[in-house]
């Protein structure tokens, strides 16, 4: 009877590697010459059924790790790819196709990433073309907005809680039953389960990425860059994809976006959320959160996160019978750039704006590492309790220039003496006279007003001379 035969030359080397053997050393295991194994490799030569038994007894090797199923999530992304009008003529076969993916999967994934750029760049310059098509100064798009507008609105607009993905980070927390090591645990879990190792890296390495997984070695790498707090998310990141990425996918689907690329932006903020949820399970930190009077540099301390992870993960504190303080949070660059705005019950854009440069966060970059703390009053009367303080940001070299951001976190004032800030500022504080933004504000007499009101008409009065060159009647 003729042999069954396999041709699984790429998988063998990955095998091989993975084992940290060389050619002569596994051939003389499997009782072959290493210019017969070089040609298995290589896929001049078949994989037979004897020869995967020698496999499997000398190396313990799980069989399935020479079916060929990982690769075909990869051929039918790349079919998606050949399919496109640009390329139809150069349409290889489904074998060529699998060829590629099994003996480079990286540089497919590479591929498919680069196909997936240039759809989305098409789709933005369409946009852009119906904005130039318009007569006039009317700039507004009559088409679809960016992708990241369209996930920023869903994510500020709504609670930032998601119980299914707290469920299940809850339960991965517990069957990793990390102590006080969440890291350890994180490594041991991948390195055993997936046979993934975890892996710091120098800059010289990784140029441009915090985090890479690769395929081949089964490797995940971190770039030395991040703060030991940011491994600990970009490695938790990547094992709540691997633990429950089914849970986070399904909810991804719930918010109904438009495009892939929305889909995929959604889906990693999704992710950071899980991350942010393992590394501080809700029952623990809402109860240690209470105690503490919510006061940050203490549970960044007792969770070993940084101050950005504690401070966001402040603002998800909404769980039924459960809830914490319902904080809001803003991040900003030094030039106003917004990054994140979230909230335990929506970022209240109504009622706050956010707008606003008398707001802490501007002069927080004046005081790096100082949390600055006040109350603010809006013109309807509102009253919030806000405190902002800088952000590291990632290690940067002599010559490089890193980006800086301050983070605010707010709640109604009538919170104030649950908070050790509010508690910190007493009865005898006096509040900020602040406004949603400039252009939606008509607060007289503004110091700091950047832009004149959209519902005033400016005093414009050659004999008089306001406090600003925007005083409006």
């Known amino acids: 009877?003729?042999?069954?035969?396999?041709?699984?030359?790429?998988?063998?080397?990955?095998?091989?590697?993975?084992?940290?053997?060389?050619?002569?050393?596994?051939?003389?295991?499997?009782?072959?010459?290493?210019?017969?194994?070089?040609?298995?490799?290589?896929?001049?030569?078949?994989?037979?059924?004897?020869?995967?038994?020698?496999?499997?007894?000398?190396?313990?090797?799980?069989?399935?790790?020479?079916?060929?199923?990982?690769?075909?999530?990869?051929?039918?992304?790349?079919?998606?790819?050949?399919?496109?009008?640009?390329?139809?003529?150069?349409?290889?076969?489904?074998?060529?196709?699998?060829?590629?993916?099994?003996?480079?999967?990286?540089?497919?994934?590479?591929?498919?990433?680069?196909?997936?750029?240039?759809?989305?760049?098409?789709?933005?310059?369409?946009?852009?073309?119906?904005?130039?098509?318009?007569?006039?100064?009317?700039?507004?798009?009559?088409?679809?907005?960016?992708?990241?507008?369209?996930?920023?609105?869903?994510?500020?607009?709504?609670?930032?809680?998601?119980?299914?993905?707290?469920?299940?980070?809850?339960?991965?927390?517990?069957?990793?039953?990390?102590?006080?090591?969440?890291?350890?645990?994180?490594?041991?879990?991948?390195?055993?389960?997936?046979?993934?190792?975890?892996?710091?890296?120098?800059?010289?390495?990784?140029?441009?990425?915090?985090?890479?997984?690769?395929?081949?070695?089964?490797?995940?790498?971190?770039?030395?860059?991040?703060?030991?707090?940011?491994?600990?998310?970009?490695?938790?990141?990547?094992a709540c994809q691997i633990a429950f990425g089914d849970v986070i996918a399904a909810e991804t689907e719930t918010f109904g976006f438009s495009s892939d690329e929305a889909r995929r932006l959604g889906r990693f903020e999704l992710l950071r959320y899980a991350a942010h949820a393992l590394m501080m399970p809700y029952g623990a930190f809402q109860s240690a959160a209470e105690r503490a009077a919510y006061d940050i540099d203490v549970l960044r301390g007792r969770f070993q996160v940084s101050f950005e992870q504690a401070a966001n993960r402040l603002t998800m504190l909404q769980r039924q019978g459960a809830p914490g303080v319902p904080f809001f949070m803003l991040e900003v660059d030094n030039a106003g750039n917004r990054f994140r705005r979230a909230g335990a019950r929506g970022f209240p854009v109504q009622r706050f704006g956010g707008g606003c440069p008398k707001l802490p966060i501007h002069a927080a970059f004046a005081q790096p590492g100082q949390i600055l703390v006040e109350t603010a009053e809006m013109p309807d009367g509102a009253e919030f309790l806000l405190f902002a303080r800088t952000l590291e940001g990632l290690q940067a070299g002599f010559e490089e220039r890193p980006r800086r951001t301050a983070i605010l976190i707010g709640c109604d004032i009538g919170f104030k003496d649950e908070t050790v800030y509010g508690r910190h500022l007493g009865s005898k504080s006096v509040a900020s006279r602040i406004g949603p933004a400039c252009r939606l504000c008509e607060r007289q007499g503004c110091l700091a007003r950047a832009e004149p009101p959209l519902t005033r008409p400016l005093g414009l009065d050659e004999m008089v001379t306001g406090l600003s060159a925007f005083d409006f009647q």
């Open 1 to 238: 009877m003729a042999e069954n035969k396999i041709f699984a030359g790429p998988r063998i080397r990955r095998i091989r590697n993975g084992l940290g053997l060389t050619q002569t050393a596994m051939a003389e295991g499997l009782g072959i010459s290493p210019s017969y194994l070089n040609l298995i490799e290589r896929n001049q030569r078949p994989l037979t059924v004897q020869l995967i038994l020698r496999l499997s007894g000398s190396y313990d090797i799980d069989l399935s790790d020479l079916q060929s199923g990982e690769s075909r999530g990869s051929v039918n992304e790349l079919k998606e790819v050949f399919s496109d009008p640009l390329l139809a003529g150069e349409l290889p076969g489904e074998q060529e196709l699998l060829e590629i993916a099994d003996a480079a999967p990286n540089a497919a994934a590479g591929i498919v990433k680069l196909h997936r750029a240039y759809r989305e760049q098409q789709g933005r310059l369409t946009d852009l073309s119906e904005l130039l098509a318009r007569e006039g100064r009317e700039t507004r798009l009559s088409g679809a907005r960016l992708p990241i507008d369209e996930v920023r609105e869903v994510f500020e607009t709504r609670p930032n809680y998601f119980a299914a993905i707290e469920t299940a980070a809850e339960g991965f927390h517990q069957s990793l039953a990390p102590g006080d090591d969440l890291m350890a645990a994180l490594r041991a879990w991948m390195r055993k389960e997936h046979d993934v190792a975890v892996r710091v890296l120098p800059v010289q390495t990784m140029p441009n990425w915090r985090r890479r997984f690769d395929r081949h070695s089964r490797r995940l790498f971190l770039s030395e860059r991040l703060a030991p707090a940011d491994r600990i998310r970009e490695t938790a990141l990547e």
